[in-house]
Nanobody, 118 residues
Framework: QVRLVESGGGLVQPGGSLRLSCAAS????????MGWYRQAPGKQRELVAI????????YADSVKGRFTISRDNVKTIMVYLQMNSLNPEDTAVYYC???????????WGQGTQVTVSS
């Protein structure tokens, strides 16, 4: 089983920065892809960024150049999302995700609220 725990959300002013963290525990495979998704009120959950164990990344067009996803595999599996130049459209609940490629299973964290407002 896999457990994902997010932290780092909060309230920030437009133009500000936040760093989200996700701690992953349980059985992990080298082909697992980890990422961040977000869901704003009244909207569907959408991809923000993903990263493979080898460090290959992919971003939604709306966050390219502003957000950076990274991964630390040293002792525990940690995934980070550095968010810069935040704007009100980035307000959402952010979810950490693990996609198990060999069986297409998805695991989700509980989510962390990010609110961008003056």
């Amino acid at each position: 089983q896999v457990r994902l725990v997010e932290s780092g959300g909060g309230l920030v002013q437009p133009g500000g920065s936040l760093r989200l963290s996700c701690a992953a525990s349980g059985v992990m495979f080298s082909t697992d892809v980890m990422g961040w998704y977000r869901q704003a009120p009244g909207k569907q959950r959408e991809l923000v960024a993903i990263i493979t164990s080898g460090g290959t990344t992919n971003y939604a067009d709306s966050v390219k150049g502003r957000f950076t996803i990274s991964r630390d595999n040293v002792k525990t599996i940690m995934v980070y999302l550095q968010m810069n130049s935040l704007n009100p459209e980035d307000t959402a609940v952010y979810y950490c995700n693990l996609n198990r490629r060999f069986n297409s299973q998805n695991y989700w964290g509980q989510g962390t609220q990010v609110t961008v407002s003056s």
